[in-house]
């Protein structure tokens, strides 16, 4: 019998690490069959000592442990995961910086994300990589608008450590580095003023250029639908941020870094923690960003 049941530990292992599309079912399966049956089997003493060694390695194993991690986004396997919110989920809470705001959604559901707090700020999550040493970084944060964010603004001069977007950023270490700007823009077409940086070139649009830190390290983004402009007191659900999906067809954010996942390799192994930050230069009652997904994994 324990040749049995180590075979089938064995495959559905081997089919965690190489099907990823399956491994929370597989393991929901692997804890409910060998784990479950086995007390109401009357193995002797020797299975129920395995099977509960099985149970000890359930209770405190990772997928990302197993090499998952996100080998069609991030390139290969290996990635450790840092950073993860995922506000679908009920029991999951806000960053404390951050607070709870709930909608309604399509078909009567309740859409549930979370949100700066003050204004003219950037409010920060922070995450700790625990010393793990790394070179490569890799996520992804999907969210939603409400209001008329205005994307880089117009002011000169803006740092790292001002409120130089509206919409999220990734950093690390201390003094902080960009690892990836996720920008909110009035429009990604029609607003000449605030619009996204990767829109039509042709228009040459001053008040939007990139600052020298930020570079290409950026994804961009509208609430409004194609060819239309963000209007001030509207919360724009129904369009998901930063999905690389929607854009006119004049302009290129959907193709521009190929949204939703960034990938950087850095110059050097660090072992600095990472913050993920929602900035915006007014109150949130007037323009903010809700961030629904969050996932930043390392290597």
């Known amino acids: 019998m324990l040749r049995y049941v180590a075979l089938f530990l064995f495959v559905l292992l081997l089919q965690i690490r190489f099907d990823p599309s ?99 700020s950037c409010d920060v999550a922070y995450y700790s990589v625990k010393g793990k040493r790394y070179t490569q970084i890799c996520g992804r944060i999907v969210g939603n608008v409400y209001g008329q964010p205005e994307a880089f603004g117009t002011q000169t001069g803006q740092t790292i450590d001002t409120v130089y977007v509206d919409g999220m950023d990734i950093t690390r270490g201390s003094p902080r580095q960009l690892v990836w700007t996720f920008v909110t823009a009035t429009s990604r077409m029609n607003n000449l003023k605030y619009l996204c940086p990767c829109s039509n070139k042709s228009l040459n649009i001053s008040t939007t250029n990139v600052p020298a830190f930020v570079g290409s390290n950026y994804f961009c983004d509208s609430g409004a639908p194609p060819n239309k402009t963000d209007s001030s007191g509207i919360h724009y659900y129904n369009h998901t941020l930063w999905s690389g999906m929607d854009c006119p067809s004049q302009s290129t954010c959907c193709s521009f870094n190929t949204p939703p996942w960034f990938w950087r390799v850095l110059p050097n192994s660090t072992t600095d923690d990472i913050e993920v930050r929602q900035c915006a230069n007014a109150g949130p009652t007037d323009e903010n960003v809700d961030a629904m997904i969050i996932e930043v994994y390392i290597k």
């Open 22 to 120: 399956n491994q929370q079912a597989l393991v929901k399966t692997l804890n409910a069959t060998v784990v479950g049956d086995a007390t109401t089997c009357s193995y002797d003493a020797l299975l129920d000592d395995v099977t509960s060694q099985i149970r000890s390695i359930l209770s405190n194993v990772s997928l990302d442990s197993l090499g998952v991690g996100r080998p069609g986004h991030c390139g290969g396997l290996n990635w450790t995961r840092i950073a993860y919110l995922n506000m679908t989920d009920l029991n999951q809470t806000c960053p404390s910086n951050w607070t709870l705001v709930t909608y309604p959604g399509n078909s009567g559901t309740t859409l549930r994300a979370c949100q700066r707090k003050n204004t003219g």
